[in-house]
């Protein structure tokens, strides 16, 4: 008698065109290899460090960068919706889904719902991409600076906690204290 083999499959793979008829309810849609991963808006806090980091970076801009909150990205398997992606002068625009090649650097806001993924997941597929940059703030208001250097995946280069000023040159030059991105 023949074993049968048995390949278990997700019933549904989740397109970028199935998240875009989603009703608009204010969650976050994003897909992770295929599944889809809804997460709710975040709390005030999490929205005061986003419209504060997002001002800062605007302020510092290279002329053309574009810096934009809640934008998708499509990536490798995954599409994704940072909290915040600085995007090139020449990339393309007025794209529901921006290719991640377009990308110098996004930047997530941890808070309780994303936190694993914030740490996890997220970084492999930004890295995977080649996005050079990525920054995490942590719940302690703490910012971790990933770069790709010497291989496929995120080194941590810096963490600045709170009341510590950073300078870097990348994407373009700026001083920063995470303390003041809260309002």
């Not at 703030?137 to 080194?155: F, K, M």
Request: glycine share 10%; proline share 8%.
């Amino acid at each position: 008698m023949a074993s049968a083999v048995y390949e278990w499959q997700f019933p549904w793979v989740w397109t970028e065109g199935d998240v875009g008829a989603l009703p608009e309810d204010g969650h976050r849609y994003e897909i992770f290899d295929g599944c889809l991963v809804m997460t709710p808006p975040g709390d005030e806090g999490h929205q005061g460090v986003m419209g504060g980091l997002a001002f800062r970076l605007r302020q510092a801009a290279l002329r053309g960068c574009r810096i934009r909150t809640n934008l998708g990205l499509r990536l490798n398997r995954a599409s994704l919706v940072p909290d915040i992606v600085v995007l090139r002068p020449d990339g393309v625009r007025d794209e529901e889904w921006t290719p991640a090649a377009d990308a110098l650097l996004v930047v997530e806001i941890a808070s309780r719902s994303t936190e694993m993924n914030d740490r996890g997941s997220k970084p492999l597929y930004y890295a995977e991409a080649g996005i050079p940059v990525y920054w995490r703030i942590a719940r302690d208001g703490s910012l971790h600076v990933y770069e790709l250097l010497d291989g496929p995946e995120y080194t941590v280069t810096t963490v600045v906690h709170p009341g510590e000023t950073w300078a870097t040159d990348y994407p373009f030059p700026m001083t920063l204290d995470p303390a003041d991105l809260t309002d």
